[in-house]
């Protein structure tokens, strides 16, 4: 089983903690960390909402500066809207800091969900439109990452003669992790994703239970001819965190039975989280590797 940091926000006020905690991770031997990418959250309320939900750091940047803190933990999103950003741009981000840190990012992809934020920044456009744009991105980044010079004609997005070097240290290019329940974006996942994580709090759009989401996304493996490279991680944010050694080893075997090869450890919000770090790889850790 490999472990993935979550649960961490990327809210000004509480970044000290996030920092500490990403360092006291990469020392335990965590095998990535995972902040999300939001410009502003809105009034969304539930389990992230913040009196500071809208002070936010930008995510990608703050990676950068982490990768130069760390040594060998995987560092990405979770997840990143492709209609957000320039589908370029986005790409050169990622291939830069993918050969700074010696090959550690991971890719997460998303169509985003927050309207609020996409009309604070961008333009919401509604569900399809936004899906369409995070498939056509998606393809134009792949290219950037695998071609030479990319001709790329799309219905929004294009690319005339487009260099983008360096490439990713990771061959062909970064892990992509998915991170969604809805009927096209397992579709999608299925057909370009590495990791994928189905949320246990999202409901609208695509199967409520789980195991039937995981066969929409091997579906679409299979019908792409990647079946054996589709992973999943199991595992929840925050509150909806299992709590103490034995019930975390006990929902990590059961995780590991049902196919699950990464599992999200978020950190909690109250207490010391780098000293619950270093309890849960001493006492729960060593049972899975």
């Given at each position: 089983?490999?472990?993935?940091?979550?649960?961490?926000?990327?809210?000004?006020?509480?970044?000290?903690?996030?920092?500490?905690?990403?360092?006291?991770?990469?020392?335990?031997?965590?095998?990535?960390?995972?902040?999300?990418?939001?410009?502003?959250?809105?009034?969304?309320?539930?389990?992230?909402?913040?009196?500071?939900?809208?002070?936010?750091?930008?995510?990608?940047?703050?990676?950068?500066?982490?990768?130069?803190?760390?040594e060998q933990i995987h560092l990405g999103t979770m997840v990143t809207p492709i209609p957000f950003r320039p589908p370029g741009m986005l790409a050169k981000m990622i291939s830069?800091?993918?050969?700074?840190?010696?090959?550690?990012?991971?890719?997460?992809?998303?169509?985003?969900?927050?309207?609020?934020?996409?009309?604070?920044?961008?333009?919401?456009?509604?569900?399809?439109?936004?899906?369409?744009?995070?498939?056509?991105?998606?393809?134009?980044?792949?290219?950037?990452?695998?071609?030479?010079?990319?001709?790329?004609e799309g219905k929004f997005y294009k690319a005339k003669g487009a260099i983008l070097e360096p490439k990713p240290l990771q061959k062909p290019y970064p892990k992509l992790l998915?991170?969604?329940?809805?009927?096209?974006?397992?579709?999608?996942?299925?057909?370009?994703?590495?990791?994928?994580?189905?949320?246990?709090?999202?409901?609208?759009?695509?199967?409520?239970?789980?195991?039937?989401?995981?066969?929409?996304?091997?579906?679409?493996?299979?019908?792409?001819?990647?079946?054996?490279?589709?992973?999943?991680?199991?595992?929840?944010?925050?509150?909806?965190?299992?709590?103490?050694?034995?019930?975390?080893?006990?929902?990590?075997?059961?995780?590991?039975?049902?196919?699950?090869?990464?599992?999200?450890?978020?950190?909690?919000?109250?207490?010391?989280?780098?000293e619950f770090l270093r309890k849960f790889s001493e006492e729960v850790m060593p049972s899975f590797r």
């Open positions: 089983m490999r472990f993935i940091l979550g649960g961490l926000g990327n809210w000004y006020k509480n970044y000290g903690e996030v920092e500490k905690g990403i360092l006291e991770a990469d020392r335990l031997g965590f095998d990535a960390a995972l902040i999300p990418d939001h410009y502003m959250w809105g009034d969304m309320g539930g389990m992230m909402h913040r009196p500071d939900s809208n002070v936010t750091m930008e995510s990608w940047i703050t990676l950068t500066y982490l990768a130069a803190k760390t830069t800091l993918d050969v700074l840190s010696k090959g550690r990012v991971i890719a997460g992809i998303g169509a985003g969900w927050s309207q609020a934020e996409f009309e604070g920044y961008s333009e919401w456009n509604g569900s399809k439109t936004r899906v369409d744009k995070t498939h056509e991105g998606l393809e134009l980044m792949l290219e950037l990452w695998t071609k030479d010079k990319v001709d790329f998915f991170g969604s329940r809805g009927n096209r974006m397992l579709a999608l996942s299925g057909k370009y994703g590495d990791i994928i994580y189905i949320p246990p709090w999202q409901r609208g759009g695509g199967p409520a239970d789980a195991e039937a989401a995981k066969r929409k996304v091997l579906e679409a493996a299979k019908k792409a001819n990647r079946a054996d490279k589709v992973d999943f991680m199991a595992g929840a944010m925050m509150g909806q965190q299992v709590s103490g050694t034995d019930a975390f080893i006990e929902a990590i075997e059961s995780a590991e039975e049902s196919g699950h090869v990464y599992h999200l450890v978020a950190l909690p919000r109250e207490g010391d989280g780098a």
